[in-house]
């Protein structure tokens, strides 16, 4: 199912991944793709493909749900949690406020 998400404002969700993994895309790759070594291909905001990225480009981002507002604008549901889908370094940027979507699938819960 086809989502609306935007990057976890405010406070330092880039802390420590969880230990037994390299990083967050790494806790990302093992929770989506588990017993393979499946890896994120693509950017899940604008698309961009890793192929065509340099290694590590690819990234962990943090993201929470959003749902739109009677006024238009739109509302970070912080109770459904924080999630982490593979964005590229450039969108996984916590200036980025832009809402985009993603299939749930895609989104992994940390801990
Ligand atoms: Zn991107």
Redesign the pocket.
């Known amino acids: 199912m086809t989502v609306y998400v935007a990057n976890a404002p405010g406070e330092d969700y880039n802390s420590e991944h969880p230990s037994g993994y390299d990083s967050w895309i790494d806790y990302w790759n093992k929770k989506r793709y588990p017993g393979t070594n499946k890896k994120a291909s693509r ?6 493909e890793a192929k065509d990225l340099d290694d590590g480009e690819i990234e962990g981002g943090h993201v929470e749900y959003c749902e739109k507002i009677s006024n238009g604008k739109w509302y970070y549901n912080k109770a459904k949690g924080i999630y982490i889908t593979p ?6 940027n916590p200036n980025n406020t832009a809402v985009f979507t993603v299939d749930d699938s895609d989104l992994i819960k940390i801990p």
């Open positions: 950017c899940r905001n604008c698309g961009t964005l590229c370094s450039e969108c996984n």
